[in-house]
């Protein structure tokens, strides 16, 4: 991979099946008890705009289990663009730390970090894409059904942050991959034109629910209000009206059909409570391996030796 992660259209194929290909070998190491030292004397900073769970301990005890450390930093304290410019703020933790990871609203944010940093700028998310959660999904969709190649893949929700990624991580991986939502949250015109010749026929939109369920591998969802989004809440329920993942929706999709959510849930809204606990959940699977994708990207982003890690990893598979 690139030295920055900032989405994933920045990434070849190949690029993506390394990054999965270390996770799943990191993975497996650490149920081994081995322990490693790659990162051993580094430090990520993480700024966080916006508050989170799985990102900000994955990324800690990611960083802990290569042997480095993470420093936490609140969004106020830094004050992106208000305190002082990211310019400054990119060259200043520069020369104090070897990597950086922001979870922000605006990717602008992560693309003037990564412009004006000399060290790796890992965007931990933005209003525009979550590649970390898309790495971690295309791993435990891997890890359950085997082959990408060919599967089908349905989001029920908002072209968001999320399903972009997705998307493009499907795309990257060789399934095929659905957005069900209604035409006001569809995909952008700028969005489609970023899938290229992926559009209509990697990457689709499907109005209808029960329609793009149909003989789908996987069903995933995202809450219907995210972040920023709190005032529109009573218009997007009932927008969203009869998109949720429930026995219904399962019921159409493939009989090996795997249930996922990014988390946090809203059960009862985007998803049924009997969808995330049921026998086709693996979204639990799914939160886990926000960990080890997280440290397949530090670890070839950060440490020196990311060509030994990679063969090392094919090697094993």
């Known amino acids: 991979m690139s030295r920055h992660l900032t989405t994933l259209d920045e990434l070849s194929a190949q690029e993506f099946s390394d990054l999965l290909a270390v996770a799943v070998y990191l993975k497996r190491r650490r149920a081994q008890g081995i322990v490693e030292h790659a990162l051993a004397g580094k430090t990520l900073a993480m700024i966080f705009e916006k508050p989170s769970l799985r990102t900000r301990l994955s990324f800690e005890v990611g960083m802990t289990e290569l042997g480095g450390t993470a420093t936490y930093i609140r969004g ?14 990119a060259r200043v933790l520069s020369r104090y730390v070897q990597g950086i990871m ?21 965007n931990g998310l933005s ?4 590649p970390c959660q898309a790495l971690a999904d295309l791993l435990t969709i891997h890890e359950h059904l085997g082959e990408t190649r060919g599967l089908k893949v349905v989001f029920v929700g908002d072209g968001n942050n999320v399903a972009r990624s997705l998307a493009r991580a499907c795309v990257l991986s060789g ?31 499907v109005p209808d629910a029960a329609a793009a369920a149909r003989g789908a591998d996987v069903l995933y969802t995202d809450v219907w209000t995210s972040m920023g989004q709190e005032a529109e809440r009573e218009t997007r329920l009932k927008d969203f009206r009869g ?35 049921g026998a086709q959940s693996i979204v639990f699977d799914q939160a886990e391996n926000r960990l080890h994708a997280q440290k397949a990207i530090l670890r070839l982003a950060m440490a020196d030796d990311a060509e030994r890690v990679i063969a090392a990893a094919r090697a094993t598979t």
């Open 102 to 122: 922001l979870r922000t609203f605006s990717h602008a944010n992560v693309v003037e970090m990564a412009r004006h940093a000399t060290v790796p700028v890992i």
């Open 175 to 205: 399934a095929t991959f659905v957005l069900a939502a209604p035409a006001a949250y569809a995909f952008s015109a700028e969005d489609v034109a970023s899938f290229g010749p992926a559009w209509g026929s990697a990457v689709s939109h």
């Open 76 to 89: 106020e304290e830094v004050g992106m663009n208000t305190r002082e410019p990211i310019k400054d703020i």
């Open 243 to 277: 998109y949720a993942i429930d026995q219904r929706l399962i019921a159409l999709a493939a009989p090996r059909v795997k249930v996922m959510h990014c988390l946090p849930a809203h059960r009862g809204e985007e998803i049924s409570d009997a969808a995330v606990e």
């Open 127 to 130: 209003d525009a894409c979550h």
